[in-house]
């Protein structure tokens, strides 16, 4: 399955995401985790970023797509496919992506967009955090660690994202009214959009992405899921 995952800051993309990889190993890429990690580790690209990431900006659209065709290997285009996260979220990166996918004739297969409501947003960004060495994302209120500010999964320490502060968190929600938003119609357009309702619980929203991705009413994929 060849998917896109589209909502607001804070409205579950990568958690769903990474849901969707554990169940049915299909990788998730996160162009949000992909560019934190270059200036984690201080590369030149790192650098360049990290005014427009940390201050809640968009990095250029070449630059990102680049990104991202670099992880959409043969094998994740024809093999255990993909989801996107975070990419695209400008109508320029969308049709930058389904053109490189129709030259690769491994179309996109469904655009999923997370709806929910921007207080439900602001309370789950000031209680997320992030592992800094696997990336798992947890929340103070409805996804605790089990021991204060050490990852569940790798023993990491938990940190709060740069741009998850205020004056960032504004710019990005700006950014995506003006930026993200006409990519939902762009999708809508060429009929490979679902909009989820996004919140409820983690396993509420993960079944309902389960259910649009199953009722497609021209079924393109079937999901695989791992055995428990
Ligand atoms: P990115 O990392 O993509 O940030 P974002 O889009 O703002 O989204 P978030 O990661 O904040 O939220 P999310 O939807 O993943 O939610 P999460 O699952 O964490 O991008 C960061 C920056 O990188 C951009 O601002 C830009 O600078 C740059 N960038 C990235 N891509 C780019 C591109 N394509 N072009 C240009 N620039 C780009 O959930 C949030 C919290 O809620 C967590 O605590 C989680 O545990 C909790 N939660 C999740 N789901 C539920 C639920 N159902 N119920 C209760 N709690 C939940
Ligand atoms: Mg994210």
Same mark, same amino acid.
């Given at each position: ?8 800051? $804070?409205? $579950?993309?990568?958690?769903?995401? $990474?849901? #969707? ?26 650098? !360049? ?21 670099? %992880? ?11 989801? +996107?996260?975070?990419?695209? %979220?400008?109508?320029?990166?969308? &049709? ?9 004739? /491994? ?6 967009? +997370?709806?929910?409501?921007?207080? #439900? ?14 990336? &798992? #994302?947890? *929340? +103070?209120?409805?996804? /605790? ?14 940190? !709060? ?19 993200? !938003? ?8 060429? *009929? ?15 079944? &309902?992405?389960?259910?649009?991705? &199953? ?14």
């Amino acid at each position: 399955m060849r998917l896109v995952f589209l909502g607001y800051p $804070g409205s $579950g993309k990568g958690t769903v995401a $990474g849901r #969707i990889q554990k169940a049915y190993g299909v990788p998730a890429i996160s162009t949000g985790v992909i560019l934190r990690e270059e200036i984690a580790e201080g590369t030149e690209l790192g650098k !360049q970023v990290k005014p427009q990431v940390e201050g809640g900006g968009l990095v250029p659209d070449e630059l990102v797509a680049r990104i991202v065709e670099g %992880r959409l290997t043969e094998d994740r285009l024809r093999v255990s496919g993909f989801s +996107l996260d975070g990419f695209p %979220r400008t109508v320029p990166q969308a &049709e930058l992506l389904d053109r490189y996918l129709a030259g690769k004739s /491994a179309p996109l297969h469904r655009a999923i967009y +997370l709806e929910v409501d921007k207080l #439900i947003i602001l309370k789950r960004l000031t209680a997320r955090r992030t592992c800094r060495s696997c990336g &798992e #994302i947890y *929340n +103070l209120i409805t996804k /605790a660690p089990l021991k204060p500010g050490m990852c569940d999964v790798c023993g990491g320490a938990l940190y !709060q994202r740069e741009d998850d502060q205020e004056d960032a968190l504004r710019k990005r929600m700006r950014e995506y009214h003006a930026q993200t !938003q006409p990519v939902l119609h762009y999708y809508q357009s060429r *009929n490979v959009l679902s909009r989820v309702d996004g919140g409820g619980t983690p396993e509420e929203v993960f079944a &309902e992405v389960e259910r649009a991705v &199953e009722s497609d009413p021209i079924p393109r994929w079937k999901l695989t899921k791992f055995p428990r």
